[in-house]
């Protein structure tokens, strides 16, 4: 499951238990699992912040829910297969209390031999050329089909579904290189497909298939009482602690999945990779040794499930064996190491326009190493880039949160005392009582100055804590999309395992992590963020507007409601700023790039499940009028060089030669950014100068 949205958290001390993947035996893997379901169950009856009754209606849910897990495309499973899984549908709920995994062993052994005579057809489909000549058309999206009514039905869906991704690869060959005859595009074009297809059945059908499909089935149960209650298995939940520490142990390596293959895109400075000198940019790694040392082809893989393999215990080994952009291949064993992540940390530019001068602060996460003192916290980053930009005399400052998924509460608290002198920044709700969470600054900020807050789609729970607090305090203007993601929950998330006895040689056992929603956040004005997000002072159009990827799109969201408001006392800026955002508005309104933005995506919204056709030049057209939409939103949203904004860098701290390129290429991306651009017009108008 992807962990990358781990939202506003309180982490407990982490406890060094050893997974239960490791050295069992079936009948361990069994009871392992069960006391998974019975250890989560207590957990969210006794501590979620509003379980659901665990009942038939529950049951028929995570029914429904495990099956779209699984084959949501519904291109996998038979119709006869869903039938006979249907005895289920109301006992699911008695099996969770039991614990029982009839119903998971049941639909596991069933999925999995459908996926193994699928590897069959998929590559017999594949081993023939394909005519693209014929009249046909695929819905690839196929949530809202049946399921095959039998094999031969199933076997057409994989046909064309096929078809349709071997059309399109070769179309890209033939656009990257035009000489290339439709006879030799097709044929590398099945190639390329059968490769990045066997990719997926390897993982599908790989060793940790049924670890992987227990987590989904954990996280079908945990996701329906909220959608932030979720089931992590040990190795997850290792992940999103060194996300949220910015630091973990590997080699290194930035990858990038392409064509089924994984490419290093840059080896990072001062990792063990970079030390070795033996990786370089754009060398292919083929394999990589499991936990059993063990060499095991990683084509197809996500770059995700790389990275976990990469990733391991200090001082551990692993091996490689890579093919260098010489086209030799090359085994070779490097010793995992630290790695602090600084590319995410906070950074600060200075931008010249309009005859001002405005700071930018970007925080991708409100991230905070819970295990180290020493370790990293973005309040003490962002304080440091603040005090740099007021060395720079900036006129006002803009803080940038778009895609901030979140983080950490005391970071957020801390950073929101930044700006405001005294008072509460939220306040949190749990079964018992309602708590104010305060700024502790000593009635001193860092900075007064105008300010600007930066939103979208997925700026979430802390993102969002920050940016309300702003607006409620009417101590700066919050611009962006229509409305932020609209998450206003918070998880504790608690390991869980029994420890053994290191005298006796039984070690200890983990059974996963379970991050669980105990708290409701509302605004300081007793409004929450919940479902409705924070809709900006000035709304910019978004290219993301109707698509369903919002806290209110998941059916099971907790409710929005409101509590007494706190007391606080607005900023003294407060009386200027409806001046301000009505200017702002007027000035958006009548914007002929923005106003082109919001017509490219009233398009797009039009056409965004369209059935395609299978012959190559009406395919080709379809793709191409999408494709001219979207270039044309990019090309709006990107300042052409006579009008690109003038940056400079702040001083970059203990700065090397990858860190200043790297900087330099984050400077030239957004000095080409429109809604920066516009943002920075809204706060020179602000700044009054």
């Not at 501590?47 to 028929?60: E, G």
């Not at 060499?295 to 893989?301: A, L, R």
Request: glycine residues 6%; proline residues 3%; aromatic residues 6%.
């Amino acid at each position: 499951m992807s962990i990358a949205k781990y939202g506003l958290f309180l982490l407990l001390p982490a406890v060094g238990f050893t997974s239960f993947a490791t050295s069992r035996t079936d009948g361990d893997v069994e009871v392992n699992r069960k006391n998974v379901i019975r250890l989560v169950m207590k957990r969210i009856k006794n501590q979620h912040y509003a379980p659901k009754p665990v009942d038939d209606n529950f049951s028929r849910t995570i029914w429904q829910n495990y099956l779209k897990a699984l084959d949501g495309n519904k291109n996998t499973l038979l119709k006869s297969d869903v039938e006979s899984l249907r005895k289920y549908e109301t006992l699911i709920d008695d099996e969770l209390e039991t614990p029982s995994l009839e119903y998971f062993n049941a639909i596991y052994t069933v999925s999995m031999q459908r996926l193994n005579e699928l590897t069959v057809i998929y590559r017999d489909l594949l081993s023939k050329p394909m005519d693209f000549s014929k009249k046909e058309t695929i819905q690839p999206d196929r949530s809202k089909a049946d399921f095959p009514a039998d094999e031969a039905a199933r076997r057409e869906v994989w046909r064309k579904s096929l078809k349709y991704s071997v059309l399109k690869k070769m179309l890209e060959l033939q656009q990257a290189d035009k000489t290339k005859s439709d006879v030799v595009a097709e044929k590398e074009a099945r190639a390329a497909v059968l490769l990045s297809t066997d990719g997926l059945f390897k993982n599908l059908l790989g060793s940790s298939a049924p670890d992987d499909r227990f987590s989904a089935y954990m996280n079908t149960v945990t996701l329906e009482m909220d959608p932030h209650t979720s089931y992590l298995a040990p190795v997850d939940a290792g992940i999103r602690d060194a996300q949220m520490a910015h630091r973990y142990y590997g080699l290194g390596l930035e990858l990038i999945s392409k064509d089924g293959t994984i490419l290093i895109k840059r080896v990072l400075s001062g990792g063990t990779a970079d030390a070795s000198g033996l990786l370089q940019a754009e060398d292919c790694i083929l394999r990589l040794s499991d936990a059993a040392g063990k060499m095991v082809d990683i084509s197809g893989m996500s770059v995700l499930d790389v990275s976990r393999m990469i990733r391991g215990e200090k001082g551990t080994t692993l091996k490689l064996l890579v093919r260098k952009s010489s086209g030799s291949e090359k085994e070779m064993t490097l010793t995992r190491g630290e790695i602090v992540e600084t590319e995410n940390a906070a950074k600060s530019a200075v931008i010249e326009k309009n005859g001002q001068k405005i700071g930018y602060l970007l925080l991708r996460e409100f991230y905070r190493d819970f295990k180290r003192a020493d370790g990293a916290q973005c309040a003490v980053d962002m304080a440091k880039e603040i005090m740099k930009l007021k060395a720079e005399k900036v006129d006002g400052i803009v803080v940038d949160l778009r895609g901030n998924p979140g983080g950490s509460l005391d970071e957020v608290v801390k950073i929101t005392g930044f700006f405001v002198k005294t008072g509460p920044v939220v306040l949190g709700r749990d079964k018992d009582h309602i708590q104010s969470y305060a700024i502790e600054n000593g009635d001193q900020t860092l900075y007064d100055g105008p300010l600007a807050v930066m939103v979208d789609e997925s700026s979430a729970s802390a993102s969002e804590i920050f940016a309300a607090a702003i607006q409620d305090y009417k101590r700066g203007i919050v611009v962006g999309s229509p409305s932020s993601y609209g998450k206003g929950t918070m998880q504790e998330s608690l390991p869980m395992g029994k420890l053994g006895d290191a005298a006796k040689g039984i070690p200890d056992i983990s059974y996963g992590t379970l991050a669980l929603t105990i708290k409701k956040f509302y605004r300081i004005n007793g409004t929450t963020t919940q479902l409705n997000g924070v809709i900006p002072d000035v709304i910019f159009p978004s290219r993301r507007i109707y698509q369903k990827i919002r806290e209110r799109d998941n059916a099971s969201a907790l409710v929005c409601d409101t509590i007494e408001s706190a007391w606080f006392i607005k900023s003294p800026v407060a009386a200027v700023l409806p001046g301000v955002i009505e200017k702002a508005n007027l000035q958006i309104s009548h914007d002929s790039t923005l106003n082109e933005v919001k017509r490219e995506v009233e398009w797009l919204k039009i056409n965004e499940a369209p059935v395609f056709s299978l012959q190559k030049n009406a395919f080709k057209k379809q793709l191409s009028d999408i494709q001219a939409h979207n270039n044309a939103i990019d090309s709006a949203l990107k300042l052409t060089a006579g009008k690109q904004l003038k940056m400079s860098a702040t001083p970059i701290d203990k700065p090397s030669p990858d860190k200043i390129a790297r900087n330099q290429e984050w400077l030239n991306t957004c000095s080409t950014d429109v809604y920066l651009s516009r943002t920075v017009d809204i706060l020179t108008d602000f700044s009054g100068k």
